[in-house]
C-alpha cells in the first residue's frame, strides 16, 4: 500500500483557525492510486472518509473526527489545451489544470504573471484547488464557477476516475453538487480552468473599483494591480493568513450572505426600516442575486442586530476588522466558537427574520449540536 496512515494526528494546526481534536486516521495521498488505498484502509477500518483541504474553510469538532482524514496533495500545473471561448465576445480561453493539492493563490498568481484574466479577483484566498468548486470559491465580483471547464475527481463507491464538466457542477452561491447530490461521493484530484489569455481584469465589485478608482464601464487596470488591490482589501479585513494579526486565526466569512425571494427580501426590507436601525439617509445594502432574488449583506445585519466587531465569547470572538469573521483569540474551543455563532444567529433572526447559514463546513459534531447553523444561505428558517 502507497499509504502512509497515522493516528491521532492533531487537526488543529492544519486548519487556519487553529481550532479541534485529532484525526482518528490521517494520511496523505500524492496521487490518485494512493486515494484508492485510502478509500480500501476506509473500508476495512469501518470508518468515513474525509478529504482536508488547506483547512482554510472548516471548523472540527473538539471531540475530534472519528475517520480517516485525507490530505490530498495531488500536484502539478500545466496547460491542456485551448478552445474558442463561450461566445461571449471576450476571445479564446486557455485550458490549464491544476492537481488539486495545489495552494489556490499560488494559481492565481501564475495566471496574473502569465496574464490570464479570470481568477484575478480571487487573490489571497487561502486553501488548495481541490476545495474551489466544491464551495464555488468567490471574492470581488468573481466566482470560480466562471472559469472552472471540468473536474477530475475518483467515485468513492466504485474508485472510477470521472470527468465532470464545469456546466454540470451545479454552481450557485457558495454552493455547487458536491456539497448538496453529491456530497461524500468524490474526491477531486484535479481542476481545470478556462482563462483569458490578454483579458481584461473583472471589475465589478463596488468596493473593488473604489480600490481601484475604475469606472463602471472604463478600461480595467492591469491584472498585477487588481491582484495587488484585491490583497491590500483582504489584508485590511485580516482576510489575508499571516501569524502576527490579531485577526488571523479565522474561517474566512463565517456566514453567507443571505439571498431571498423579492417577496421574502421585501418583507425584510420593512422589517429593517421599521427597527431603526438606518442612519438618515443611510441605504440598506442589497444585490440582485438572479432569478429575482435579492442578496442582503450578512456582515451589515450582524452589525445592525447589535454584534460590534471584537465581541467575544471566551476565547473566541467577532473579528476587530469584519464581522462575518469568527476568530480564535487564542485557545478558543470549537464549543466557544458555536456558541458565538449561534448567538450572532439567532439576534439577527430575531430582530430582522433572517436566518444565517455558516459557510465553513463543520466537521466531527453531533447533527442536532449544528442543525440550527447548517442552511443553503437562503436566509429562511426560524
Not at 488505498?37 to 472518509?49: E, I, T
Not at 468567490?138 to 470521472?162: H, K, M
Not at 482563462?195 to 463596488?206: C, D, E, N, V
Request: proline share 5%.
Amino acid at each position: 500500500m502507497s499509504l502512509d496512515v497515522r493516528e491521532s494526528v492533531p487537526l488543529a494546526p492544519l486548519t487556519t483557525l487553529g481550532v479541534g481534536g485529532p484525526a482518528r486516521f490521517f494520511a496523505e495521498a500524492g496521487g490518485e492510486d494512493a486515494v484508492l488505498d485510502a478509500f480500501r484502509f476506509a473500508a476495512a477500518r469501518g470508518v468515513p472518509l474525509f478529504v482536508l483541504g488547506g483547512g482554510s474553510n472548516l471548523l472540527v469538532a473538539d471531540r475530534g473526527v472519528d475517520a480517516l482524514v485525507l490530505r490530498v496533495r495531488v500536484r502539478g500545473l500545466q496547460i491542456v489545451g485551448a478552445n474558442g471561448g463561450d461566445g461571449d465576445g471576450q476571445g479564446p480561453r486557455l485550458l490549464v489544470r491544476a492537481g488539486a493539492g495545489e495552494r489556490w493563490d499560488d494559481l492565481v498568481a501564475r495566471a496574473v504573471a502569465e496574464g490570464w484574466a479570470g481568477v484575478e479577483c480571487l487573490s489571497g484566498i487561502p486553501g488548495d484547488v481541490g476545495a474551489t468548486p466544491i464551495q464555488n470559491v468567490g471574492a470581488y465580483g468573481q466566482e470560480v464557477a466562471e472559469t472552472i471547464a471540468e473536474v477530475r475527481a475518483i467515485d468513492r463507491a466504485t474508485g472510477a476516475t470521472t470527468v465532470i464538466a464545469g456546466a454540470d457542477c451545479g454552481f450557485g452561491y457558495r454552493d455547487s453538487r458536491f456539497k448538496r447530490a453529491w456530497r461524500g461521493r468524490y474526491v477531486i484530484t484535479a481542476v481545470t480552468f478556462a482563462l483569458r489569455p490578454g483579458g481584461a481584469a473583472t471589475i465589478r465589485y463596488p468596493e473593488l473599483q473604489r480600490a481601484l478608482a475604475a469606472p463602471l464601464g472604463g478600461a480595467a487596470p492591469p491584472l498585477a494591480e487588481v491582484r495587488s488591490a484585491v490583497i491590500a482589501l483582504r489584508r485590511g479585513k485580516s482576510m489575508v493568513l499571516d501569524p502576527a494579526d490579531e485577526n488571523g486565526r479565522s474561517a474566512g466569512s463565517f456566514f453567507m450572505n443571505p439571498t431571498l425571494e423579492a417577496g421574502a427580501a421585501a418583507g425584510v426590507l420593512s422589517r429593517i426600516e421599521a427597527a431603526g436601525v438606518l442612519a438618515p439617509g443611510e441605504a440598506i445594502p442589497q444585490y440582485p442575486a438572479g432569478g429575482g432574488r435579492v442578496k442582503l449583506s450578512a456582515a451589515w445585519l450582524i452589525e445592525r442586530a447589535g454584534f460590534a466587531k471584537g465581541t467575544r465569547h471566551g476565547a473566541a470572538g467577532i473579528s476587530t476588522r469584519h464581522t462575518l469573521a469568527l476568530v480564535n483569540r487564542g485557545g478558543a474551543t470549537a464549543a466557544e466558537l458555536i456558541e458565538l455563532a449561534r448567538r450572532v444567529r439567532r439576534g439577527v433572526l430575531d430582530r430582522f427574520g433572517v436566518a444565517l447559514s455558516a459557510e465553513p463546513d463543520l466537521v466531527g459534531f453531533a447533527p442536532g449540536e449544528i442543525a440550527d447553523l447548517v442552511g443553503d444561505g437562503t436566509g429562511q428558517g426560524g
